[in-house]
């Protein structure tokens, strides 16, 4: 019986007695050619960056542009100590350096990828285990904004951030991004929508409110994918360079020094090997970081106790 079951399903499959199916198709083969390549460069262009930070601008540079360097210099002191940006605000006239932008990028990414965040958690929180009357209709807004694009609003939400002192501060950049728009609410959404009644049914027997519940069940299950999206978010706002070049004139960011270097460069900033260097401080923290939450981004993003 078992023996007839069997070969009714590896018919089924298309599986035949005494044949093999090859996983390396030509397509696949091909793809993974592609992929090889593709990560070889990479590589390459990363070793060749690499290996310029470490070369002398004036001499080694230039005679050597592809070799290895024939005397290791250390640009990366002399870069942190003259990379700096021209600021001319009503707060503030003068010079801001490296060890400024990396503070202020640090607040702008960090605070804007946790409220931007933990607003969609909690709002996806609220729609899917709450039968509010503006549920559905939170949810609609969200489909609807992704789908149809918002173009020219730029020149209002700056009036509005002066109207409401929210402009030209870094706390103020939080609040701003801080809304369930976005396809990380439907992330949230999804999940929240699965969890068992159970869980928070017996949560409530012992006595735990609505906000103990939330608190103590409902954002322990989704840590991992926390972590995940607030991550994404810190990258994206980390080397953004135009909403701090805009909103926070008093306060550059690092992305924000990059671009100022790359259209105005002083004469020392202009060299090559100099550019390369202050692009690895830039891309130090996002390393220090991913490093941090590795084990969060690679952890099982199930929910909770519910085993796929």
């Known amino acids: 019986m078992f023996n007839r079951e069997l070969a009714k399903r590896n018919k089924l499959l298309g599986i035949r007695k005494g044949k093999t199916h090859s996983a390396f198709t030509p397509v696949t083969i091909i793809m993974l050619v592609v992929l090889i390549l593709y990560v ?3 590589f390459l262009l990363f070793l060749w960056a690499l290996m310029t930070a ?14 290895f360097p024939k005397e290791f210099v250390w640009n ?17 006239i003068g010079l801001v350096g490296m060890g400024e932008m990396y503070l202020y990028s640090f607040l702008y990414a960090g605070g804007s990828a946790f409220f931007n965040t933990l607003v969609p958690c909690i709002t996806a929180y609220l729609c899917a285990r ?8 939170i949810h609609t807004i969200v489909l609807v904004t992704m789908v149809i694009p918002v ?21 103020g950049m939080w609040i701003l991004k801080a809304n369930f728009l976005g396809m990380y609410f439907l992330v949230f959404y999804n999940i929240f929508k699965v969890l068992p009644a159970s869980y928070t049914e017996a949560a409530k027997i012992d006595g735990a409110g609505n906000m103990q519940v ?9 840590r991992n994918t926390f972590f995940t999206v607030f991550l994404i978010y810190f990258i994206q706002y980390w080397n953004d360079y135009q ?7 008093t306060y550059p960011t690092i992305a924000n020094g990059m671009y100022s270097v790359s259209v105005t460069p002083t004469q020392e900033m202009s060299y090559v090997p100099m ?13 220090v970081v991913f490093l941090i939450f590795q084990k969060r981004l690679l952890g099982n993003l199930t929910v909770g106790g519910i085993k796929g």
């Open 40 to 42: 070889a460069s990479l």
């Open 54 to 67: 470490f070369k002398d601008p004036l001499y080694d540079f230039r005679t050597n542009p592809w070799g």
């Open 76 to 92: 990366f002191t002399y870069v942190f100590s003259q990379f700096a940006v021209p600021v001319s605000t009503a707060k503030r």
């Open 130 to 137: 709450f039968k509010y009357k503006f549920s559905r209709v």
């Open 151 to 171: 173009v020219g609003s730029l020149p209002a939400e700056i009036r509005m951030a002066q109207s409401l002192g929210l402009y030209d501060q870094i706390w």
């Open 214 to 222: 939330l608190l103590r069940i409902g954002l322990p299950l989704v």
């Open 243 to 249: 909403t701090p070049l805009i909103y926070l004139p």
């Open 275 to 287: 550019r390369i260097a202050a692009a690895i401080l830039m891309l130090v923290p996002i390393l």
